[in-house]
């Protein structure tokens, strides 16, 4: 499907970090490679784009059921927003986060991998505040915006948190997780909102 030059429905998957693989390796076929590069920076963005790519692919299912889906949404501080779900449960920042065979534990407010604290949680919960900001300017009504981890490739992910406010789950099983929750749009909301979404400027600082 053909979209309009500068239509961020057109993105896919993993493409924020295509672009940074091609900065960082030139070369077209050594960049196919890379993921095996001794380079622990270039390795850690390969894998990324793999992650990127598995969450991005179950998202896409969604489409048949009424979701609206984009991928890769740069700000101007060239961070991104992995991908962005709007669907009849609502908005949703989804941040995807590859451990390969690594085991995952979340608490009350923190993420630890292989018992490792990380900012996954902040990260994500500033990324879904700034995208409601965003969303809700460009389309003259308040959205609210949920944030989500996609975690791919962990051995063991468990939450320990009944009421957590980041949402984390396998990558594989976002799109069950999103459609299984209680419907807060209506198609024409969607549509309003996915169509303020998918324009750069909406993503530029106002």
């Not at 998957?13 to 070369?27: M, Q, S, V």
């Not at 501080?77 to 590859?98: C, E, M, Y």
């Not at 789950?169 to 996915?194: K, M």
Request: charged content about 25%.
């Amino acid at each position: 499907m053909a979209f309009p030059q500068g239509d961020l429905a057109s993105n896919r998957p993993g493409d924020a970090i295509r672009r940074k693989l091609a900065e960082l390796e030139p070369n077209r076929l050594k960049r196919q490679f890379v993921r095996w590069s001794p380079d622990p920076d270039r390795r850690s963005w390969a894998l990324g784009l793999i992650g990127e790519r598995t969450t991005g692919r179950r998202l896409n299912s969604l489409r048949r059921h009424g979701w609206r889906i984009l991928h890769a949404i740069q700000w101007p501080s060239k961070s991104d927003i992995d991908h962005l779900a709007i669907g009849p449960s609502g908005v949703f920042t989804i941040n995807s986060k590859r451990h390969k065979g690594k085991t995952v534990w979340y608490g009350d407010r923190a993420i630890t991998v292989n018992r490792s604290p990380t900012r996954h949680v902040a990260t994500s919960e500033g990324e879904a505040r700034r995208t409601a900001r965003a969303l809700s300017s460009g389309c003259g009504f308040s959205v609210s915006v949920r944030p989500v981890i996609a975690v791919v490739g962990a051995s063991k992910i468990s939450v320990k948190n009944a009421a957590p406010p980041v949402l984390v789950v396998e990558g594989t099983q976002v799109h069950a997780l999103l459609s299984g929750l209680t419907p807060v749009l209506t198609p024409d909301e969607v549509e309003q909102i996915f169509n303020v979404a998918r324009r750069p400027e909406t993503w530029l600082p106002r």
